[in-house]
């Protein structure tokens, strides 16, 4: 029988594993996402958010110690936004994690896509430092440390690259990488894993 919780210290607790925990791996991936977004300096300057450049740098130098995690919930964001038309401009970095069918004859795997739906404003449409359009700058950023990487376990290859524009002023750049994962084998009691595998693959019955 699961243990009853008691207090709300205690539920809380268990909410924040969802997180790590590999039973959901909607949760899971999107925080692994968000460590590699809010630890790319590139990215993070690509985005052009001028109430935070004190946060990336200082004295000309990368300032590692500035508090990256303000980019989190306001420029990045781990659903998909679209923003009304602003008088500042700001821009913004939307992820989303989905799953579908397994491969064929694959009971086993499942397929993952993570996609990024850039959204920059017009106002701010070229980095002037680089000349970059920037949502490709954003988007070539992305590529380089997601397409082909191992951050999920397997290699995730870019399925889909397209630029587009929204009513509300906005120059959007959409970005899917794809990758096999299994496919909720996985259950765990207090954050401990249990690995459970379908009956047809079991060599031996579970007494």
């Known amino acids: 029988m699961a243990e009853q919780i008691l ?16 039973d959901y791996d909607n949760i899971r991936f999107k925080e692994k996402i968000k460590q590699k977004l809010l630890n790319n300096v590139a990215l993070l300057y690509a985005l052009h958010d001028v109430n935070k450049e004190s946060e990336l740098f200082e004295n000309g130098n990368i300032n590692y110690d500035g ?3 303000l980019y989190f919930g306001d420029n990045i964001r781990p659903y998909l936004f679209i923003p009304e038309s602003q008088s500042e401009s700001k821009n913004f970095l939307c ?13 086993i795997d499942k397929y993952c896509n993570v ?6 404003n017009n106002k701010d449409a070229i980095d002037k430092n680089t000349g970059i359009p920037r ?12 397409n082909w990487s191992n951050i999920f376990g397997n290699q995730c290859k870019l399925v889909k690259d397209q630029g587009s524009v929204t009513d509300t002023n906005f120059i959007t750049r959409t970005l899917i990488f ?6 909720s084998i996985t259950h765990t009691v ?8 379908s009956e047809p ?7």
């Open 67 to 69: 508090d990256w995690s």
């Open 178 to 183: 794809e990758f096999t994962t299994t496919n």
């Open 115 to 120: 996609v990024f739906t850039v959204l920059c």
């Open 201 to 207: 693959t079991r060599r031996t019955p579970i007494s």
């Open 135 to 146: 949502h490709d700058l954003i988007g070539g950023i992305l590529c380089r440390h997601f």
């Open 95 to 107: 992820y989303d994690v989905s799953f579908s069918e397994t491969p064929k004859y694959n009971g």
């Open 7 to 22: 207090t709300q210290k205690e539920l809380i607790v268990e909410l924040a594993n969802y997180a790590c925990a590999p």
């Open 190 to 197: 207090n954050n401990l894993s249990l690995i459970h595998i």
